[in-house]
């Protein structure tokens, strides 16, 4: 058994305590998987509330646990933890945040059980229900749905996907295995057959899917649990920019490798290129902020950021 | 040793419950099993048992006890602060909030006592949330939302219904806090700025510095949420409204009907392409979104936007060397 301190016993008695006291004579076994503990763990838990009281620790003064021979427990005399210890603020936000974020996704019953808990719940910590607002991101229901379905039946699809880092559409054969959220998008993760290996997509960038109902021939490695949305590659291109003050949210936004201090305001960073485009868009956004100030394995990379100008100018400025 | 310590720590904590009046360490160390004699050694436990306690959550209350002098330290929990209050919640409704932590977590901050206290995980597997139709459709959903550390005390100041102060932008701000919204992979917060006497929109991780509560009770009411969901870039700032007019190619049009969300009002051309009317309140958020499409679209409106962005096109291709 893992070493578990005394903090951490007591916040388990300090809940399992004031539940059994407002639910007498369940059974051991039952408490025990209500909590997520095995049965020796409770019962060494009780072994401990057995000891507890108020002076004169007079047989009649401490908390009165008994276990009767079909395994049902009950405490009696426990006035001071018949209620469990309020929520800490950071435990009742985290509640509401995952409830709230849940309620997001599409398909959620908007008035179900999870909604009726919200509200209680908010009540109880003294806050409305709109205090707290988690989008997970912008998806379709619909799109979630078929993705959901198809990766637990384990079949393939076939859609149209827009790369952004590419700038390019693309028409794909996937297996999904997991659709997930993270930082604010929706993604699949899956096998790609066009790529010939793992991928994940942003699920607000499929513009179609088709259930091709055959089952998927590659599956996730056992246990695989990939959580990250980006994976650098060793022979990825990089490119290091020189960054001023107001473009230094490009450190949060992207994964950057060699940050350094700012020296007036100005950073340098570099950053990995899954795309051209991708770096492209990046350099026109950022405008007079950035400087292309080094690059491996990309060639003309103090160029792009011009070239994409002029095809943009000349929009601007039809000819004639 | 850990099981003493643990007694001693519910013992502590039942008497500190059961006591009306403050009651000062030596009170305590008579009453409660387990301590060493009076000494160095006692102060020692006592303060780290007091520490346990606050990390525990328990709310200590330091007062005075009534008639010493010199002042002495007394300790009691008041009921008040420590029960939680009962939700009230049915049993398929534990199950949900169980679910819910389970696929949705908030870096740092979920844990299993929250819902221990609540009443225990209501059973080993929590199958679905009850009046979907289909059980299996969000068991297997994951999400992760990032925390920060400005959340947890602007939480509690709502709650509370206290102002809060916190540096933004080089300048110190007192905000009444109303609602913490979190899209786009970010923690936003809205309240009412009392030296600016408006309401103002924060990204949480461009605060600057500690979230610091005060004294003074939050007297203004937060108005309803915004219809149409949550705010994109160029909605939050504190510009005089501008309306612009983007043209994007057909191509282009589904993604940028999902980037403006429902609202935005598009004009479909002949050839496909969407001439969209967007109200904008921050022009460089707008800017830069404008510019992610590359060739693909046009600002048409307002001229001196157009002009602007045709400036920042030049500029960086004068920057970049002789092109063609």
Known sequence: MSRITAADRMRRVLAIVPW????????????????????????????????????????????????????????????????????????????????????????????????????????????????????????????????????????????????????????????????????????????????????????????????????????????????????????????????????????????????????????????????????????????????????????????????????????????? | MTVNKLERLLNLTAVLLDTRRPLSAEELRQKVDGYPPPGAAFHRTFERDKDDLRVLGIPLRVERVPATDPPVDGYRIAAEDYYLPDPGLDPDELAALHLASLTVRLEGLGDQEALWKLGGLGGAEPSAVPGQGDPGVVKDVVASLPGDPGLVPIFQAISERRTIRFPYRDEAREVEPWRLDFHRGRWYLTGFDLAREGERNFRLDRIDGAVEPTDRKAETRPPPPPAGGPRRPWELGEEQPVTARLLVDAERVDAARRELGPDVVGDQQPDGSVIFTVPVVNHDAFRSFVLGFLHHAELLEPSAWRADIVRWLEALAVASGPVR
């Open chain 1, 20 to 320: 059994i006291v407002a639910n007498p004579g369940e059974k051991v076994a039952d408490v025990a998987s209500r909590f997520g503990l095995t049965e020796e763990e409770l019962l060494a838990d009780l072994g401990v509330v057995y000891m507890v009281g108020l002076p004169p620790y007079s047989p009649d003064a401490l908390v009165d646990v008994q276990i009767d021979d079909e395994g049902r427990v009950t405490i009696r005399l426990a006035d001071f933890f018949s209620r469990p210890l309020r929520l800490t603020p950071g435990q009742g936000l985290a509640l509401l945040a995952s409830s709230d974020g849940l309620l997001s996704v599409p398909g959620t019953d908007a008035d179900g059980a999870l909604a009726r808990a919200l509200a209680k719940l908010a009540a109880a910590l003294g806050v409305g229900d709109d205090d707290i607002d988690v989008h997970l991101g912008a998806a379709e229901g619909r799109m979630l749905d078929r993705l959901r379905h198809a990766a637990a039946a384990g079949t393939e699809i076939e859609m149209v996907y827009y790369s952004y880092g590419r700038d390019a559409h693309t028409t794909r054969v996937i297996a999904p295995w997991r659709v997930f959220a993270d930082a604010g998008a929706w993604y699949v993760h899956g096998w790609c057959h066009r790529a010939d290996g793992e991928r994940i997509f942003r699920v607000d960038r499929i513009e179609s899917i088709t259930e091709l109902d055959r089952p998927a021939t590659v599956r996730p490695d056992d246990g695989e649990q990939t959580n990250g949305v980006f994976h650098p590659r060793e022979g990825d291109p990089r490119v290091t920019l020189e960054l001023d003050a107001d473009a230094s949210w490009v450190v949060d936004a992207y994964p950057c490798e060699d940050v350094t201090e700012p020296v007036d305001g100005v950073l340098t960073a570099t950053l990995v290129v899954t795309a051209v485009p991708w770096l492209e868009r990046l350099l026109v956004r950022l405008g007079p902020s950035a400087r292309v100030v080094d690059a491996q394995g990309l060639a003309d990379a103090t160029l792009l950021a011009g070239r994409a100008a002029a095809r943009m100018l000349e929009r601007y400025r039809p000819a004639g």
